[in-house]
């Protein structure tokens, strides 16, 4: 499918459209979004792993001397290590509790530069299909872009970070390929072809009755970001009879977003449900439906 048949030039603008159903769209990416952290920010270029120090130290140890920036102790690479990547894996190592993993993944991305070896580290973690930790798995997924954006434009490794999130893609029956697509789709805000690839790839995992629900939730929502009206089959449809309700209700949503005049009688036999979330979902899309049916043409 080429990427013009993904998107409609009588659409308003992604942020209008995204502003307009932010109580639900907030609602529907809960799940794919729960652990989702701030975003890094600083340059690029090579740092050691840091990690809080102990509330007993007053000042810095003999020999070592204090970070640059930030509240963050040093920590020196594992002596024993071969590699930076390797470095950055005993760093974050599987024995610790996910909770204490994704501080220290937070502790790391928040240095002022970004630790040598971690993007590698990233990486291989990101590819293990079969990783014992698809939580773990998925969080390092989250971060990818993060990584991508703090090294520099010539680095071989943002090509190789895009080639993972591609991958990803296929994997449509577990929930990580949502968050693959989330990180594709974050990329494309820097990247026209990027972002055309992301809608394409949007509909064809909402239409996809094989893939995870909660990666049918995300990929409806960043469908109806960018106007690809190619998903308003598979909403129709989910809308109905989603396998779960953040499904039913990212359906609902999408068509409020994109819908045409023949779906405001679905929607409004949809509004008589005896479920409050999606009454309230239903009244809201048909309420952004009206506005966009009544409003002239976006202007290409």
């Excluded at 740092?47 to 020196?76: A, C, I, Y």
């Excluded at 026209?192 to 995300?218: G, K, Q, W």
């Amino acid at each position: 499918m080429p990427a013009s048949s993904a998107t409609s030039p009588n659409h308003r603008p992604r942020r209008l459209l995204v502003g307009a159903g932010i109580v639900v769209t907030a609602l529907v990416l809960l799940v794919a979004l729960a652990t989702r952290r701030q975003r890094c920010d600083g340059r690029n270029g090579a740092s050691k792993f840091t990690q809080e120090p102990s509330r007993e130290t007053v000042g810095p140890k003999p020999g070592r001397s204090r970070p640059p920036d930030g509240p963050l102790g040093d920590r020196p690479l594992p002596e024993n290590s071969d590699t930076a990547r390797d470095a950055a894996l005993a760093f974050l190592p599987p024995s610790l509790p996910l909770a204490e993993r994704s501080d220290r993944l937070d502790q790391a991305l928040r240095q002022p530069t970004l630790p040598e070896g971690f993007a590698e580290a990233l990486l291989s973690i990101a590819r293990d299909r079969a990783a014992p930790d698809a939580d773990w798995r998925d969080y390092c997924v989250q971060v990818l872009p993060d990584c991508h954006n703090r090294l520099p434009p010539d680095n071989p490794l943002r090509t190789e970070i895009v080639a993972v999130l591609r991958d990803i893609l296929d994997e449509s029956a577990n929930a990580v390929a949502g968050t693959a697509l989330l990180g594709l789709d974050r990329l494309g805000e820097a990247d026209n072809a990027l972002a055309a690839e992301s809608a394409i790839a949007a509909v064809r995992l909402a239409s996809n009755d094989a893939a995870h629900p909660s990666a049918r939730v995300t990929a409806l929502r960043v469908a109806a970001s960018h106007g690809a009206v190619d998903a308003l089959p598979a909403a129709r449809v989910l809308a109905q009879v989603g396998e779960t309700p953040l499904l039913r209700l990212a359906a609902i949503a999408t068509l409020g977003d994109l819908g045409d005049a023949s779906d405001r009688e679905l929607l409004l036999s949809l509004s008589i449900s005896s479920d409050k979330r999606s009454r309230s979902a239903t009244a809201s899309a048909v309420e952004r439906l009206d506005h966009r049916l009544s409003s002239p043409p976006a202007t290409p």
